[in-house]
T-cell receptor, first 114, second 112 residues
């Protein structure tokens, strides 16, 4: 199994600012993903974090708004840029050892934009 | 595009009951299906993973089945306990890329 730690766990952010969320996995994993869970809704995939290259974004999400880094096999960051109240969500990091294997999730980062 | 639906959206049962949560998906060409639990204010905890070649998986009081041809999975919880109260999410992976499509979840309340 993999243990995933996210920082910060919660934050209240001012409109127009940016915040970077860190995701650390306790073992090397092949795949890392970032999801968003808006209030009362299910999870939506933002992007696949690719090691050493640009992330692969899903429809509706762009790099300028959600820049992602993945410098190695155990660490990734997601930045939420120029935040508005609509960005108030839980942002979750997930990882999988190999394709088809169990997907593990972090505890999530709860962002409130005021 | 894969769509995942979970029924019911909410369920309330007395302690000790056996119950079934349902998950359906539109594209049967899946790679695997995973059931998660989410407690309020928490992230997701993986409960069971079923590969596309498997029919069911069991862990303790939990049993998950998969019928690819009909696009359905069920999560059976035996002898429910108040500690089982949570939101249960079903996620389907279409390819070996590891990405998953999630249902909206079933919020379960088990009353003492």
């Amino acid at each position: 199994s993999a243990v995933i730690s996210q920082k910060p766990s919660r934050d209240i952010c001012q409109r127009g600012t940016s915040l970077t969320i860190q995701c650390q996995v306790d073992s090397q994993v092949t795949m890392m993903f970032w999801y968003r869970q808006q209030p009362g809704q299910s999870l939506t995939l933002i992007a696949t974090a690719n090691q050493g290259s640009e992330a692969t974004y899903e429809s509706g999400f762009v790099i300028d708004k959600f820049p992602i880094s993945r410098p190695n096999l155990t660490f990734s960051t997601l930045t939420v840029s120029n935040m508005s109240p609509e960005d108030s969500s839980i942002y979750l990091c997930s990882a999988s050892g190999t394709a088809g294997n169990t997907i593990y999730f972090g505890e999530g980062s709860w962002l409130t934009v005021v | 595009k894969q769509e995942v639906t979970q029924i019911p959206a909410a369920l309330s049962v007395p302690e000790g009951e056996n119950l079934v949560l349902n998950c359906s998906f539109t594209d049967s060409a899946i790679y695997n299906l995973q059931w998660f639990r989410q407690d309020p204010g928490k992230g997701l905890t993986s409960l069971l993973l079923i590969q596309s070649s498997q029919r069911e998986q069991t862990s303790g009081r939990l049993n998950a089945s998969l019928d690819k041809s009909s696009g359905r999975s069920t999560l059976y919880i035996a002898a429910s306990q108040p500690g089982d109260s949570a939101t249960y999410l079903c996620a389907v992976s279409d390819t070996n890329a590891g990405k998953s499509t999630f249902g909206d979840g079933t919020t379960l309340t088990v009353k003492p």
